[in-house]
């Protein structure tokens, strides 16, 4: 007797963003246009919106070709993302092509002694240190290959690697006290100075990775046996080249050792970089491009042979970078409609009204579906604060509390939204239905959301400046 197969019920993502797309060119038909005036502002080096200076502008309704046409615009101008992807995929390709990866994995499960658990929290973490202090999302994108090896190994199912990658990095980045993207340049638009509050945002830190690493492991505990489980020696399962190394048997090498040494003196330049240097994408893709090289011919690849792995890279990253590029289109399409700062304007002016508890909760409800049509955390910051931060005054409300209702709004809401192409490309490469994300993820966002909720209150009882 056959099984049936289990229908599928939710449209494949290269058919979910192009409708998003067409949803917002609708949008821009049925919204007023309007427009803040802006400013460069010096702190933050960004062009930000001026309070009070919203008005309607002649309509620019978005036809349906346009919003077609905004396909490849949003690919374009998503171009920095979309090549640190392929840059970082091509490297790591080379990485595992080595054969280190595999051999470290199998390493890996054999000291655990039957304490397979413990690997959620070990990745967690690291996802989530990655999280505090870059804002990690699409340079997770190319380790979900690795991901799997080891979530395969030990019978975990796929929705396991995406839950202690992804979403520990986006809880952390959510809750961090020094995220340059997100908690960084949000200080800086109200004036506030940086790294303050950084105690009390830590406390919150810990509980809620410690509350999503137990989720994790507990879904993973429930769920095991469902993923595919190999056995240490069996051959082949993992998939790839494997560095042409036979059954799993084999140890880590001391060539290993000088692999993974490599990999973490890049991600720990990458990090010194971004928040010492100001690096950007094209600073972190060099960086990594340069780590591939070295490891392909350190390991006796030569050059033809590090070149071949980098183009397997690039081919195994072309369907992440066109989601990414697709989600940025959704962007592209409100601004040519002209009503992005419609949204917010609307979105923010009833909270003008409302007592300081209440106004600040729903500060936070407003950045969290702000930031479905705004999928960037750094955009929103420029476009939300300068806005809040007279509100926040006129209510006598702290502005390290507008800061909190920004991060826990729109950075929580990186676990959900379809508008996000870093997500949507690691479900993607992780096998992972978009649907069974939500459904797993929606309980444990709620719990983290009202967690964020108990933290502005705390702040609003104790005075935090």
Same mark, same amino acid.
């Given at each position: ?24 060119? %609708? ?10 005036? +802006? ?29 077609? &046409? ?23 390709? &080379?990485?595992?092509?080595?054969? !280190? ?30 999280? /505090? ?12 290959? /690795? ?5 395969? +190994? ?8 995406? !839950? ?25 638009? !109200? ?26 492991? +507990? ?17 082949? /399962? ?12 084999? =140890? %880590?090498?001391?060539?290993?050792? =000088?692999?993974?040494? #490599? ?7 990458? /990090? ?71 949204? $917010? ?7 003008? =009204? ?10 936070? !409800? ?5 930031? $479905?049509? %705004? ?51 690691? #479900?993607?490469?992780?096998?992972? +239905? ?11 966002? #709620? ?19």
């Amino acid at each position: 007797m056959t099984a049936r197969k289990r229908p599928v019920t939710d449209p494949h993502p290269l058919v979910q963003l192009p409708a998003c797309v067409i949803l917002a060119a %609708v949008g821009s038909h049925l919204l007023p246009a309007g427009e803040y005036e +802006r400013r460069d502002d010096e702190a933050t080096g960004r062009s930000v919106v001026v309070a009070g200076t919203y008005h309607e502008v002649e309509p620019s309704p978005v036809s349906f070709f346009e919003a077609i &046409v905004a396909l490849p615009r949003g690919m374009a101008d998503a171009a920095e993302v979309i090549f640190l992807v392929f840059l970082i995929g091509g490297a790591f390709t &080379v990485v595992d092509e080595t054969g !280190a990866l595999k051999r470290g994995v199998t390493s890996l499960i054999r000291s655990l002694g039957g304490r397979d658990l413990l690997v959620i929290p070990v990745v967690s973490l690291f996802f989530a240190t990655g999280g /505090v202090v870059e804002n990690m999302q699409e340079e997770i994108i190319p380790l979900i290959p /690795v991901l799997l090896i080891l979530t395969r +190994r030990l019978g975990f199912t796929p929705m396991v690697a995406v !839950a202690m990658s992804a979403g520990a990095a986006f809880v952390g980045s959510a809750f961090s006290p020094i995220n340059p993207f997100q908690v960084s340049i949000a200080q800086r638009l !109200a004036e506030l100075p940086l790294m303050s509050g950084a105690g009390f945002r830590i406390v919150f830190l810990a509980i809620a990775l410690a509350f999503w690493i137990a989720m994790t492991m +507990r879904y993973a505990r429930r769920t095991r046996g469902s993923g595919r489980r190999a056995d240490d020696g069996a051959a082949g /399962v993992d998939g790839g080249s494997g560095g042409g190394h036979g059954p799993g048997g084999e =140890g %880590v090498r001391a060539s290993d050792l =000088g692999i993974f040494a #490599l990999v973490l003196a890049t991600f720990g330049m990458v /990090v010194v970089g971004m928040m010492l240097w100001h690096w950007g994408f094209n600073e972190l893709s060099a960086a990594f491009f340069i780590m591939g090289v070295i490891v392909g011919l350190l390991s006796g690849m030569k050059i033809g042979g590090t070149a071949e792995a980098y183009v397997r890279g690039f081919r195994s990253m072309a369907y992440a970078g066109l989601l990414i590029g697709f989600a940025r289109a959704i962007y592209v399409v409100l601004q040519d409609g002209r009503i992005v700062d419609t949204i $917010v304007h609307a979105m923010f002016t009833p909270l003008e =009204g409302l007592p300081v508890l209440a106004s600040s909760f729903g500060m936070v !409800a407003a950045h969290t579906a702000i930031h $479905v049509p %705004v999928p960037s955390v750094s955009g929103q910051a420029v476009l939300t604060m300068p806005l809040l931060v007279p509100l926040s005054d006129l209510l006598g409300m702290s502005r390290q509390v507008t800061v909190l209702a920004y991060q826990y709004g729109a950075g929580l809401c990186e676990l959900l939204t379809p508008t996000n192409g870093a997500l949507m490309a690691i #479900l993607a490469s992780a096998g992972v +239905r978009y649907e069974d994300w939500i459904r797993h993820v929606v309980p444990l966002y #709620l719990g983290l959301v009202a967690l964020g909720l108990v933290a502005i209150a705390v702040a609003l009882g104790v005075g935090l400046q």
